[in-house]
């Protein structure tokens, strides 16, 4: 039996902003289609996307019938939500393949097993869109809402003054006619999103009932902003993104393991599936010893998991461990050369010739004369003399040789001064 999801779930987790009269309701009387609609802006969806599939996954989880919308249409025109300027618009082969990316990774995250009642769909609003004309939309849809109406709308009102195309103004009548068509289609009574769309949502709800004379229902999630205010999935490399090419697994990881305390509380309720009862567990354990990040331990654990693999979250252990506690040679000799790379990047590095480093690379010359990873070769001896120096964790003194049989894939030494200076040695 279906359940009511937003009572049961979501709102001790905090994550009801808006919500129209009847929804709870509805979602006690019977399964319910709801969908979610994302807008193709790039090949991949980043963890700021991540927060309304979480709800698709919640309303399939309560037995529900969930829809992911890829606006292959809306992603045409651009939405002026949230937006200060006008978007640049995507040529179609764009298009094409950001919609291809992000389909691939939404399938990764609801179940679409034909055999369930509620299997989940994926539908690209260009699929309809594309038989209407510009006369036949502005007149079955657009007569049903009023200039007034549509300019009543936040997204529209702060756009005014630095202006706003008319491409823009009619995002919200597309928006809205995606929730008739898939009414119509597949009896979709639900729309979920972000608290920005709330305008867009309504004027979907109040085209269903002006259009097809039903109620519909909807509900929105607060925006994210860390603790500093600051643009949540944003970092100072750039956004966090769901694609591994883009944001590897370490990356992924160490984002979450880096929130504030203050941001770990939300973003546990927000982000993982764990029970109340569980999550006060762990704040309580967090509170007694906040030094061990008990909750971004648990939010990193969980999310690299799903969005990426069991695998990559080894992976991405391993690698903290290696930055950041004690490790050896053999943890870095676990990491392919991507996740190698990742961990490493952004430290000096200097690059030696392979027949150097075959007939024998010596320590001291490593360190000073071929790299300048110290100012002199005197200054290494010293250094190696005091202990200070380790190739690829491991200490070694000034008698050292570095040969192929240090290589990690076959083209990395890792040389490190103390616990927090570290050099990469490039061999090609």
């Known amino acids: 039996m279906p359940t009511n999801f937003i009572k049961d779930e979501l709102e001790w987790r905090g994550m009801v902003q808006d919500i129209m009269p009847g929804t709870q309701e509805q979602l006690e009387k019977e399964m319910t289609t709801g969908y979610v609609g994302f807008d193709p802006t790039a090949d991949s969806l980043h963890v700021g996307n991540l927060l309304p599939i979480t709800l698709l996954m919640h309303l399939q989880r309560a037995g529900h019938r969930p829809i992911a919308l890829v606006g292959g249409a809306t992603g045409m025109v651009g939405d002026p939500s949230g937006k200060s300027d006008e978007r640049n618009l995507l040529d179609e082969a764009t298009l094409a393949k950001n919609i291809a990316g992000q389909t691939a990774q939404l399938k990764k995250f609801?179940?679409?097993?034909?055999?369930?009642?509620?299997?989940?769909?994926?539908?690209?609003?260009?699929?309809?869109?594309?038989?209407?004309?510009?006369?036949?939309?502005?007149?079955?849809?657009?007569?049903?809402?009023?200039i007034n109406y549509?300019?009543?709308?936040?997204?529209?009102?702060?756009?005014?003054?630095?202006?706003?195309?008319?491409?823009?103004?009619?995002?919200?009548?597309?928006?809205?006619?995606?929730?008739?068509?898939?009414?119509?289609?597949?009896?979709?009574?639900?729309?979920?999103?972000?608290s920005d769309q709330w305008g867009n949502i309504t004027t979907g709800t109040e085209l269903m009932r002006r259009m097809l004379g039903k109620s519909a229902f909807a509900f929105t999630c607060p925006l994210l902003t860390k603790a500093d205010g600051g643009k949540f999935g944003k970092t100072e490399s750039g956004t966090i993104w769901l694609d591994p090419e883009k944001t590897t697994p370490y990356q992924f990881y160490q984002f979450w393991l880096n929130a504030t305390d203050e941001d770990a509380k939300k973003l546990i309720r927000?982000?993982?599936?764990?029970?109340?009862?569980?999550?006060?567990?762990?704040?309580?354990?967090?509170?007694?010893?906040?030094?061990?990040?008990?909750?971004?331990?648990?939010?990193?654990?969980?999310?690299?998991?799903?969005?990426?693999?069991?695998?990559?979250?080894?992976?991405?252990?391993?690698?903290?461990?290696?930055?950041?506690?004690?490790s050896s040679e053999e943890d870095l000799r676990s990491l392919d050369e991507k996740a190698f790379l990742a961990v490493f990047d952004g430290i000096?590095?200097?690059?030696?010739?392979?027949?150097?480093?075959?007939?024998?690379?010596?320590?001291?010359?490593?360190?000073?004369?071929?790299?300048n990873f110290l100012k002199s070769n005197g200054e290494a001896r010293r250094e190696l003399k005091g202990n200070a120096i380790a190739v690829n964790k491991a200490k070694?003194?000034?008698?050292?040789?570095?040969?192929?049989?240090?290589?990690?894939?076959?083209?990395?030494?890792?040389?490190?001064?103390g616990k927090k200076n570290n050099y990469l040695l490039i061999v090609e």
């Open 110 to 146: 609801l179940d679409f097993d034909t055999n369930a009642e509620n299997a989940a769909l994926l539908v690209n609003n260009y699929d309809w869109m594309k038989e209407f004309s510009f006369i036949e939309f502005i007149r079955d849809v657009g007569k049903h809402i009023t």
């Open 270 to 326: 927000f982000y993982t599936f764990k029970t109340r009862e569980e999550i006060e567990a762990l704040e309580a354990a967090h509170n007694e010893a906040p030094h061990k990040r008990i909750l971004q331990n648990a939010i990193a654990d969980e999310l690299t998991t799903r969005v990426h693999s069991a695998e990559d979250l080894v992976v991405a252990k391993a690698a903290t461990k290696i930055l950041f506690g004690k």
């Open 150 to 194: 549509m300019s009543s709308k936040d997204s529209v009102k702060k756009r005014v003054e630095t202006g706003l195309s008319f491409t823009e103004f009619s995002y919200q009548l597309i928006q809205g006619h995606d929730f008739v068509h898939l009414n119509k289609t597949y009896n979709c009574m639900l729309q979920m999103g972000g």
């Open 348 to 371: 000096p590095s200097a690059t030696v010739s392979r027949d150097i480093v075959k007939e024998g690379l010596s320590i001291v010359n490593a360190l000073g004369s071929e790299t």
């Open 396 to 417: 070694v003194q000034e008698d050292f040789v570095i040969t192929e049989e240090q290589l990690i894939n076959d083209k990395y030494v890792l040389l490190g001064k």
